[in-house]
């Protein structure tokens, strides 16, 4: 059965950093597109960053040079490095595998406030 599991989300300060993880059960990471998405309250739901098969990577502008994505095909997971942190990064953060099908995990709440 397929699921992607997030974890590492929680309160943290203005400026701080946090690390999310993804664990995909009953596919491996290095065959899908991973991405991570956000949706804040009353907002639709944004592409953060991707990592491609290749291993290439991206992200939105806004999150360029704070956040950085990669994955560790032994652990089989996915991860978002988040430093510098704004309250405007305040939201459900999903972890989303596709290939043929998408997959979604639950969310992890981060939330950016002093």
């Known amino acids: 059965q397929v699921q992607l599991v997030e974890s590492g989300g929680g309160l943290v300060q203005p400026g701080g950093s946090r690390r999310l993880s993804c664990a995909a ?3 491996s990471i290095v065959n899908y597109l991973m991405r991570w998405y956000r949706q804040a309250p009353g907002k639709e739901r944004e592409l953060v960053a991707f990592i491609t098969v290749g291993g290439s990577t991206d992200y939105v502008d806004s999150v ?5 994505i990669s994955r560790d ?26 290939r ?4 979604w995990g639950q969310g992890t709440q981060v939330t950016v406030s002093s």
């Open 64 to 68: 360029k040079g704070r956040f950085t």
């Open 25 to 27: 059960f009953g596919f």
């Open 73 to 98: 095909s032994a652990k089989n997971t996915v991860d978002l490095q988040m430093n510098s942190l704004k309250a405007e990064d305040t939201a459900t953060y999903f972890c989303n595998a596709e």
């Open 100 to 103: 043929v099908y998408a997959y």
